[in-house]
């Protein structure tokens, strides 16, 4: 008898596989995007994706839209092609190279697409009204961070602010982070609990003096935050708490300027050290603490959060 090893473990980005292409099932049918017809306008995605360029474009040709949209040429001169039978589509010799047409759509081909935008506005209106207005705001924050991750979108310190606290700003922090290490590093609600007593304490004994919050936002929108408060040991430190970026926001220099802030307003108000409690496997923080001049100085096993971790001390001489 032929021995039957047992399957291989599945690893997690096996779960993670599963989990992307299960959205992706349940997106394009609840969008109705395998249908033949998009929002039974006659037409398939792809062609309404063409006729959205043509509709919104100043003047384009072939080449430039295959690129855009990643369509195969030969797939997009037949949807062209169509799209000319059907007396939507007209031809302009290019002024640059005549070999190449300019692409615009006719009186006709400008009425079927104002009718189709307008059932697309309709179906989105129609899917956002049944929502509550906090998970509208949730899903449309989720299509975002969605965006920027999988374009990878190269952004700059010009595109965000850093602003103190408001009213409302600390229940933002410990949803959001309570949120992100859940998803990112699998902690339960123990860490939850710490980091609500962290922002309970420092709204009751806050010094404006010595004790700063930041938030960091873009156009109202809060991406991220550090606060620095007073070491409850040790007059001379701060001790910087609560750092977090967005996955969103990530790569576009946030998390730094959130550390340089802290560490110039210390200095600013007398502080010699600013010290800071973080986990082994943070390893991004990490590297952001180097850059800044932190030096890793106590590490300790624990067990917390849920998990068997390794806690470190950093300390920054100012």
């Not at 039957?4 to 980005?13: G, M, N, Q, V």
């Not at 310190?157 to 700003?169: E, I, T």
């Not at 040790?234 to 730094?256: C, D, F, I, N, T």
Request: charged residues 25%.
């Amino acid at each position: 008898m032929r021995k039957i090893d047992p399957p291989a473990a599945r690893s997690e980005i096996d779960s993670w596989i599963d989990q992307f292409r299960g959205f992706n099932r349940f997106y394009t049918r609840f969008l109705g995007l395998l249908d033949e017809e998009l929002v039974k306008s006659g037409f398939s995605l792809s062609e309404a994706r063409v006729l959205f360029e043509l509709a919104t474009r100043v003047a384009g040709g072939a080449t430039e839209i295959a690129g855009d949209l990643g369509l195969d040429p030969g797939y997009l001169s037949r949807i062209l092609r169509k799209l000319d039978d059907d007396g939507l589509l007209a031809r302009s010799p290019s002024p640059t190279d005549a070999r190449h047409s300019i692409l615009r759509l006719t009186r006709k081909g400008r009425n079927v697409f104002g009718e189709l935008n307008r059932r697309s506005s309709g179906q989105a209106r129609e899917i956002l009204n049944k929502l509550t207005p906090g998970n509208r705001s949730l899903l449309i924050r989720s299509m975002h961070d969605i965006e920027a991750i999988l374009e990878a979108k190269e952004q700059n310190s010009s595109a965000f602010v850093l602003r103190s606290h408001r009213p409302g700003d600390m229940g933002w922090v410990v949803q959001r982070q309570s949120v992100l290490y859940a998803e990112e590093y699998g902690w339960n609600n123990e860490y939850e609990a710490l980091a609500a007593r962290i922002v309970a304490d420092f709204l009751a004994n806050f010094d404006p003096a010595r004790e700063r919050c930041w938030i960091a936002e873009r156009s109202g929108e809060p991406l991220g935050c550090v606060f620095l408060v007073r070491h409850s040991e040790r007059e001379e430190a701060a001790k910087l708490r609560l750092l977090h970026v967005e996955r969103a926001a990530r790569g576009m220099g946030l998390g730094k300027a959130l550390a340089a802030e802290c560490i110039r307003f210390a200095r600013s108000v007398g502080f010699k050290k600013v010290v800071l409690w973080t986990q082994s496997n943070l390893h991004a923080a990490h590297n952001l603490y180097l850059a800044a001049g932190f030096r890793l100085i106590l590490e300790e096993p624990h067990h917390s959060f849920g998990k068997d971790l390794v806690a470190q001390t950093w300390e920054l001489d100012l």
